[in-house]
């Protein structure tokens, strides 16, 4: 059948779905058995925008289908479950932040051997490449937001009651044993097989727990070096960029010798599945990137693309990181949904920050992302207001004046 004229002047036009895969599918089918996960990317399993901005409820699958599981609901009572964060000064509210518990005090033991650890991890016997390697933990080491994160949740999952595993088939499985899981579960080397919070600390899952933290700051400090020698970045933590210091080639090759070390580190926690999961993430990394470089006009004013990005580049690898506690369960898909959006709203303000902090404050360039051609939450939400930007957005801001004229709209 033909399409008329009306029904073509009808058809609502469909938006722009930008596809961040870098493997084919037949590649990826090729990979797979049936031992294997077959891992759903974590921006479709849970929704970000509201329906209004353009977002949608996610399909039910495998990935995201115990969210509401009942596990989480019982057990101690949760007093920050009513918490409003419009009650608390800077949001509109008169509560200071600084009554919530400090995450970073939470964990301060934990992560006080982080650093020197780290460092003798990425030794080497090439002392230009351990110097390079060594760069970001010993001088420049910032937050350690991450590594924080991954030993949080590790604290809050010693808490959560052990569920018992269900099957594809929505049937409870014998031996604890679930679909995949099965052939990556690591074994608990605890009395009781159960880890508790008074047995966590000092155990053998809490020294994994915190080699992963480990694992996930030098992949992303891997990603940061990288990422500067494509963005020709001459700053980064407040001091100069790797290949500043050194040479483009040898902040290659640190950032390739640190992707190396973290995943024969990543091999040695002998837990298949957390390999397939941190393998997923360091994949998502690549995407993002992709993504970002390779971003067609129509792309850079949706929010929804905006999202997507931010999710492969940044919020992947946290998520993934927060899923690797505890997999196959109601626990791991609140683990995955906490970290998916914790990731996205670090991306968020620090795009926010971009704009309205000093690069003293940053660590790195104000206003990077205009350089970069970057259209980022402040810019796409000023866009929707003043259409006069949206050429500029489109354009990357690459004729003379876009970044100013960006800046006093």
């Not at 895969?21 to 990979?31: G, I, Y």
């Not at 970002?292 to 006009?297: D, F, R």
Request: net charge negative.
């Amino acid at each position: 059948m033909s399409a008329t004229a009306e029904d073509v002047s009808t058809k609502k036009p469909e938006k722009f779905r930008p596809n961040p895969v870098v493997v084919s599918a037949e590649a990826e089918a090729l990979s797979h058995s049936e031992t294997t996960m077959k891992l759903t990317p974590s921006y479709e399993l849970f929704q970000m925008l509201a329906q209004e901005e353009g977002g949608s409820a996610p399909e039910t699958v495998s990935g995201n289908q115990l969210r509401d599981g009942s596990v989480l609901k019982t057990g101690q009572p949760d007093d920050l479950a009513e918490l409003q964060l419009s009650n608390y000064v800077g949001c509109g509210g008169k509560t200071k932040i600084e009554t919530l518990p400090d995450p970073f005090k939470m964990v301060e033991k934990e992560l006080q051997p982080f650093s020197d650890s780290i460092k003798e991890l990425v030794s080497t016997d090439q002392p230009i490449l351990s110097m390079a390697a060594k760069h970001f933990f010993e001088k420049r080491h910032g937050k350690r937001f991450r590594p924080t994160i991954v030993q949080l949740v590790a604290k809050a999952v010693a808490a959560a009651t052990p569920e018992q595993t269900i099957a594809d088939d929505n049937e409870p499985m014998k031996d604890g044993d679930s679909g995949w899981q099965w052939s990556g579960a690591s074994v608990v080397e605890v009395d009781g097989g159960v880890i508790t919070p008074d047995n966590h600390q000092g155990s053998e899952v809490w020294r994994r727990q915190a080699q992963l933290g480990q694992i996930v700051e030098m992949i992303h400090v891997a990603s940061l070096i990288h990422d500067d020698v494509l963005d020709e970045a001459d700053t980064r933590r407040g001091g100069e960029a790797v290949h500043k210091l050194y040479s483009n080639k040898v902040a290659v090759l640190a950032g390739d010798y640190l992707l190396a070390r973290a995943s024969v580190l990543l091999a040695r926690l002998e837990n298949t599945a957390v390999v397939q999961i941190m393998a997923t993430a360091l994949e998502s990394l690549v995407a993002g990137e992709i993504m970002q470089l390779k971003s067609p006009p129509e792309s850079l004013l949706e929010m929804e693309s905006y999202l997507r990005k931010s999710y492969y580049k940044t919020a992947s690898l946290i998520c993934y990181a927060c899923r690797s506690h505890a997999y196959g369960s109601t626990v791991a898909t609140a683990c995955e949904e906490f970290g998916f959006h914790l990731g996205l709203a670090y991306q968020i303000q620090d795009d926010i920050l971009d704009f309205t902090a000093a690069a003293s404050v940053l660590g790195k360039p104000a206003l990077a992302d205009m350089d970069l051609g970057l259209s980022t939450a402040p810019i796409l939400y000023a866009a929707q207001e003043n259409k006069s930007l949206r050429p500029l957005v489109m354009r990357r801001f690459k004729k003379k004046g876009d970044k100013q004229t960006a800046l006093e709209a």
